[in-house]
Structure formats: C-alpha cells, structure tokens
C-alpha cells in the first residue's frame, strides 16, 4: 500500500512550499502519506487508502479520531465563539475549563497558566518555579523530551536538537542521569524537571520509587518538583496521571497533547501556594498570548476531557494495554533475535529492537497499512495507539508486526 499519486503530488508540491527541513519527504516517493480523514484509530489517505494508527498522532488522540462527542462540542462552540480576549475579556469556556483542571488533576494542583503545546506548557512551569523558588537553576534528565521552543529546548536534552542553536539555548539547566539516583541538589537550582516515564528517549519506565526520591530531595532543598505529563498525561499509562502510580503528587504539572481531543492546548498547573507567587495582575499579564484559552480549544478539551470520564481511559489503558502486551511478548518470543524486549505501562508500550532499524520498519508497516513512530536511538518501535482501539485492531497491529519483523533485519 504504497503512497498513491495523490499523496505522491501533495509530496512534490510541499517541497516546494514549505521549509524543506520539516517534512521528510522520501526522494522515490515511499514516504508519507497524506492523511485527508481518521475516525477512531482508523486513517484515511488522500488516495482513499485506510491505516491502522498505532500512534494516536503523538499521543493526541486517546478518545480516538474525530471523537464524534468532541466533533459536535467544536461544531458547536464554532457556531458561537472561535476567539477570544484569553487575559483580557476572557470567555466562559476558559473558566469551565480552569475549574474542570483542577478537579481532575491530583492534589491541590489547579491555577491554569494555559498555553497551545506541550512546549508552552513547560516554559510555563520554568517561568512559576523562577518565581516562587527565586533560583533559576534546573535539573533535567538525559534522554528528556520537553520540546523544542527555545526555553523548552534548555531543558529538552537531544543533541541533535540543540547543536545547531548553540548560543541561543539559555545554561540555566543540568541533565543527570534518568532513573539513576540524585545524591543532592546544587544550591542555585530552584526546580526539578522530569517525565515520569519517558517517551520519545524510547518508552522508558524508571525504578520503582525514584520519582519520589526526586520529590523528597526537592523538599529537602525547597526547590520543586515539575512533573512533564504531556505524553503520559489523561490515562494513557492506566492511571489518570503516570504519577499517581509512585503516589507522587508534583509541584507543577504540565499537561497537554490529549488535552484537546485533537485542537492544540496545553496548560501548567501548580499548588495554590507556588502559582500564587505569580502575585495578582494589576493590568498587564506577566506570561500570555494571543490565543490563550482559546474558546474553540477549552470547549474540545471539555469535551475530550468528559469522553475519557465517560471511557474510563485509565481502565481502557490498562485493559487493552495488557493484551497488546501479551501480544508484543508472544511476538518477541517467536523472534527473539530482533526484538529485545517489551516495555512500558498502560497503552504507551514500546518494543527493543536488536538494532536501530525502527524508522525502515515504520516504512515497512507503512505499506502494510499500519502507522508507527520510531523512538530512542531508532532502536525502539513506539506504540501509542488511542485508548479505544479494539481487541481486532490489536490483533491485526500484530499480525501485522509478525509479517514485517519475519523479514526484518537482526543485530546492528
Ligand atoms: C513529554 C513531552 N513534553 C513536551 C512535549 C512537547 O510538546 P509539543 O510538541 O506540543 O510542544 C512532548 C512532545 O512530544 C513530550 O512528549
């Protein structure tokens, strides 16, 4: 199921028009297609072709495609409110929105400092620890994702990412070794900054109990401790928040990607205590945009947000997150030689290769009908499927797998 002609013709066009470093378009054609339509975890081309998505787009649809409740709550709100005056007449949706965040986030967290993407969020937290903590320095971790928006990209750790903006990457942050333990922290660092598991360094899940060592040192130290649960976020590890499985309750929270059942919002929550050290605005916000909480996006976030109550997404999690599982270990017992091992919680699962061949099996799946990302170094297969995928979709992802790892190569 190669990309068809229209997909081939949208390809050639792109590459004239747009930055020619964003979309990897394949020389022969092989690669991508060009999605017109998705319904659930289906995806339809632009030449009418259907693939299976194993990614949810990054993690974004948990209640699946084109959520019709979502669908209709945009449709709506589109009929009354697209945009509004976020930190000046702010809209109704906004409120309901802030309030529906702090009811569902853990502990005391709430004070939505809204922003449009997971990066945002994270520059968000940065900026509150700076002013509650009034020390600017920062522990990340190796292998961290957190974006690539310059004060994302200080504490995001790929070298790939940061090499060609040197000297524009503010020094404030440290990476240290994830999972490993952290004896104490520098005097000058006023926060913690981790994902709780990580996604993008290739699905990687850290000993039991060494989140919360990070929490009691940062108590120890009076910095705190920012919690990057973008990916992790809303039930995609089968617990609303993959905190909650260590019984770790953060400082600041970033959340994003699912938020918005597919429209681009992202916030950063915080105790009442440490948001409140923002002080009162007197008139002019210390840290806003154009577009935040944007009417259009607070109405499909409630929406997305009232589906996965509705789905119980931290129980679909777990429930079809299992089976996939065991279907990935019986996969990786036949071919032993290619896949190393299965990881990860819930339905953020990820598969080790003997190799870093994941990107040409993300093409060979391609053609079979089934999309994937390839994580960590190439070397993990990443599985992130929508939470409302099916018993028969799973059944097929794998027969699908099967098929392309029994030509697959084996060893680096
Ligand atoms: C853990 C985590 N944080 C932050 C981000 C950045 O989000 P965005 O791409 O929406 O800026 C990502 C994106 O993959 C992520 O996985």
Known sequence: MLPGP??????????????????????????????????????IDADGQRYLDLTAAFGVASVG????????????????????????????????LAQKLAEMTPGDLGGALFGTSGG??????????RVFTGKPGVVAFTGGYHGLNLGALAVTHRADFRAPFAGLIAPFAVHKPYGEPLESLPESVGAVLVEPIQGRAGIIVPPPGWL???????????????????????GRTGSWFACEHEGVTPDILCVGKALGGGLPISACLARPEVMGAWGVSTGEALHTSTF???PLCCAAALAALSELERLDAPALARER???FTEHLERLAARFPETILGVRGRGLMLGIQLSGAFAGELMVKLLDRGVIVLPAGDGDILEFTPPLVISEEEIQQAVQELA??????????
């Open 120 to 129: 945002d969020a994270v520059e968000a937290a940065l900026k509150t620890a």
């Open 212 to 234: 919360e060592s990070l929490k009691i040192l940062c108590e120890k130290s009076g910095a705190v401790l920012i919690l990057d649960e973008v990916f992790t976020g809303w």
């Open 292 to 294: 935040l909480g944007n």
């Open 6 to 43: 229209k997909s081939r013709a949208l390809a050639a066009t792109l590459r004239r028009f747009e930055s020619p470093n964003v979309t990897f378009l394949a020389d022969d054609g092989s690669f991508p297609i060009f999605w017109e339509e998705a319904h659930g975890c289906t995806v």
């Open 321 to 323: 997150g299992a089976l």
């Open 403 to 412: 098929a392309v790892m029994a030509v697959a190569p084996s060893g680096s």
């Open 65 to 96: 495609h084109t959520n019709p409740a979502v669908s209709a709550a945009i449709a709506a709100q589109a009929k009354k409110l697209i945009h509004g005056m976020g930190d000046v007449h702010p809209s109704r949706m906004k409120v309901e």
